[in-house]
C-alpha cells in the first residue's frame, strides 16, 4: 500500500489539465494492478476517477476500467477519443497518438465493497501472525 501512497502523492498532472482524480496510464512503469488499486483510492477520495492514455497504454486503461466495473466497483460515466499530435523523438518529425479518457465514478456498493475487502485483509492478516 505504501507504493500505492507513493504514487499518488508523486504523480505528474499534465500541465493543460489539472484535474485530481485524473491517472495518466503508461504502458511500462507500472503493473496492472498498480494502476487498479490507484484508481480505487481516487473513487474513494474524490467518488470518481479518469483514467487516461496515449498509443499502446490505451489497452492498459480499458483492462483496467473493466476491471474495477467488473468487480462491481465502477459505472462507466463517458469515454472520450481523440488525436493528439506528439513529436517522433527517434526521427523529429510530427506523429498523431491515439487517445482514451474514460471517466468512472462509484457504483452504489461501493463502499460496502471495498469495507468488505479491507476486513478479508485484515481476517488474512491475523491468521497469517497466529
Known amino acids: 500500500m505504501e507504493e ?5 502523492n508523486n504523480i505528474n498532472i499534465a500541465g493543460d489539465s489539472h484535474k485530481k482524480n485524473r491517472i495518466q496510464v503508461s504502458n511500462t512503469k507500472k ?14 477520495q474524490h467518488n470518481e476517477v ?11 486503461v480499458v483492462t483496467v476500467a473493466e476491471i474495477l466495473k467488473n468487480n462491481g466497483l ?28 474514460i471517466l468512472l465514478g462509484k457504483t ?3 463502499d460496502e465493497l471495498m469495507a468488505a475487502a479491507a476486513e478479508e485483509r485484515e481476517l488474512a492478516e491475523a491468521e497469517d501472525q497466529s
Open 50 to 60: 479518469e483514467l487516461s492514455a496515449l498509443g499502446m497504454a490505451i489497452a492498459t
Open 74 to 101: 465502477a459505472v462507466e460515466k463517458k469515454i472520450m477519443t481523440s488525436t493528439v499530435d506528439m513529436r517522433d523523438e527517434t526521427r523529429g518529425r510530427p506523429v498523431q497518438k491515439a487517445k482514451i479518457e
Open 4 to 8: 500505492i501512497t507513493e504514487g499518488v
Open 108 to 110: 452504489e456498493k461501493f
Open 31 to 44: 503493473p496492472l494492478f498498480f494502476y487498479v488499486n490507484l484508481a480505487k483510492r481516487y473513487m474513494q
